[in-house]
């Protein structure tokens, strides 16, 4: 399986409201709470390191989750916000000045 890259969407509005990241689409007007590990992934979502990287790495320490079960819930919740056009998903890096389109 070649690696998942994954970059936040530029038409998306973000802010950090009592501890917890809410995201709206522009795309259509989806109003998205992440919980504790998709306000990681969202973070972390730079477009350059892979989302296996980031389960690794950010997630199974420290919500001690084994990394099978985490990279599946993982690219299930971002298959979910690709679909309202909030993240940018490619098997390639993602440079941050590519357009904003869909996901490749």
């Known amino acids: 399986m070649s690696p998942l890259y994954i970059a936040r969407a530029t038409s998306i509005a973000a802010r950090v ?3 917890e990241m809410m995201i709206m689409s522009a795309k259509d007007s989806t109003l998205f709470t992440l919980n504790p590990v998709g306000t990681i992934i969202w973070q972390s979502a ?3 390191t892979p989302l296996v990287e980031i389960v690794e790495q950010k997630i199974c320490p420290e919500f001690e989750v084994e990394p099978a079960e985490a ?7 971002v298959s979910d916000l690709a679909g309202h056009g909030i993240l940018r998903v490619s098997d390639q890096p993602i440079s941050p000045t590519q357009s904003a389109g869909g996901t490749t």
């Not at 990279?71 to 919740?77: G, W």
């Open 17 to 19: 409201l009592d501890g």
């Open 46 to 48: 730079d477009g350059q």
């Open 71 to 77: 990279i599946r819930d993982a690219e299930s919740f």
